[in-house]
């Protein structure tokens, strides 16, 4: 079972910034669309931006403009650069991929165990 390793979370004041990164860890065929989803406390989980394996990128509309979301295939890696954050903003972002383990497995969704951003007023 494939779990994706985020990092970058933490504490910031309203109005800072933080680099989110997640690497999908082990041998991977091919990896499509990856993105970041974020949870609050007592809130459905929600998109905040995803980025298929061409680049082509999509975003909340409440984040536009201020977050970036970008990948490097070769690391396997995807990122989410956060700036101007707000206190509403605070929860726990995960991590999702859509990867293909082996050419001859179907794609799956795949996630990360979550990393807490949480902003303060």
């Known amino acids: 079972q494939v779990q994706l390793v985020e990092s970058g979370g933490g504490l910031v004041q309203a109005g800072g910034s933080l680099r989110l990164s997640c690497v999908a860890p082990?041998?991977?065929?091919?990896?499509?669309?990856m993105g970041w989803y974020r949870q609050a406390p007592g809130k459905q989980r929600e998109l905040v931006a995803t980025?298929?394996?061409?680049?082509?990128?999509n975003y909340q509309d409440s984040v536009k403009g201020r977050f970036t979301i970008s990948r490097d295939n070769a690391k396997k890696t995807v990122y989410l650069q956060m700036n101007s954050l707000k206190p509403e903003e605070t929860a726990v972002y995960y991590c999702?991929?859509?990867?293909?383990?082996?050419?001859?497995?179907?794609?799956?969704?795949?996630w990360g165990q979550g990393t807490q951003v949480t902003v303060s007023s």
């Open positions: 999702n991929a859509k990867l293909k383990l082996a050419s001859w497995l179907p794609v799956r969704d795949y």
């Open positions: 082990g041998s991977i065929f091919s990896i499509n669309d």
């Open positions: 980025i298929s394996s061409g680049g082509s990128t």
